[in-house]
């Protein structure tokens, strides 16, 4: 009896064994799971981690904030104030050391072929023929229909003044931000309804193309300043998309005038 409690007492524990792999493992330098847990989530890594969220975060706190402010009512608001005439358009060219640059810009025609504007000379190859870049383009931009009349008062007779002539374009972009509508099936058959029929080729050398934007257009529009949507935006870029010349609403005389002999100025350029 006394000899099996002798047996009984030593026989190795739970513990024993645990404490006994542990201590092999320590001897032959194995890593233990928690290193390596430790090596595939590294601090630096967390640390950017957080840091990209956060930045985020920032950022969608800030367009949340300018979203609020500047609401439908706000914008009727001040539209009521000037018509739509945010500011007076430039009277003379904006020199090139101090244009900025016309951001990029994904578009549709009404076929269902997409491009980016502007056409840049730098986005040509080296050995590309570069003649195929507009000297200068004008960009008339409409968030909201009722700014189609804006538009036309400044599209119109710039098509009348340039019909004839080489290296101009015209662009007149409509954005659709609507979720529904931006969906593929229903954007496929908002353009299909876009299309126009071609009765007869047009003759002029002038470029002249309809084209929409879909999406969401927040950075855009933030790059560009523009805040009320309901005027209507001009913009006159040269061949390396820099902004030269910009206008706003309802065109009057002068700035016609004006936005006539910048576009003759850089048709002159080299």
């Known amino acids: 009896m006394v000899s099996l409690k002798r047996m009984i007492r030593r026989r190795p524990s739970l513990r024993d064994y645990v404490v006994g792999f542990a201590a092999e493992k320590v001897h032959c330098h194995c890593p233990l ?3 390596h847990l430790a090596r595939l989530t590294p ?26 402010k500047r609401g439908y009512f706000a914008d009727m608001a001040e539209f009521k104030q000037h ?12 020199p090139a050391m101090a244009a900025v640059k016309f ?43 009722s700014s189609q009349e804006m538009i036309n008062s400044w ?22 931000d609507s979720w529904l509508l931006c969906r593929p099936p229903i954007k496929r058959f908002l353009l299909w309804t876009m299309k126009k029929p071609n009765n007869h080729e047009s003759k002029d050398t002038l470029e002249k193309h309809t084209v929409y934007s879909f999406g969401d257009h927040y950075y855009f529009r933030k790059e560009l300043q523009i805040l009320n949507l309901l005027t209507g935006y001009i913009f006159l870029l040269d061949n390396f998309g820099r902004v030269r010349w910009q206008g706003f609403g309802l065109a009057k005389e002068d700035e016609i005038s004006s936005l006539h002999s910048c576009t003759s ?4 350029e080299k």
């Open 33 to 35: 799971p928690s290193q």
């Open 43 to 68: 601090k630096r890594f967390l640390d950017l981690h957080q840091f990209i969220n956060k930045k985020a975060i920032e950022e969608e706190r800030a367009r949340l904030g300018d979203e609020m």
């Open 83 to 94: 018509g739509g005439k945010i500011a007076v358009a430039n009277k003379v060219i904006i």
């Open 103 to 145: 951001p990029d810009l994904e578009v549709s025609f009404s076929d269902g072929k997409t491009m980016k504007l502007p056409i840049r000379v730098s986005d040509l190859a080296v050995d590309s023929d570069k003649s195929s870049v507009p000297k200068a383009s004008l960009v008339c931009l409409s968030f909201r229909a």
């Open 155 to 176: 599209s119109v007779p710039f098509l009348e003044a340039f019909r004839k002539s080489k290296g101009v374009h015209l662009y007149q972009v409509s954005f659709i």
């Open 265 to 268: 100025l850089l048709l002159d």
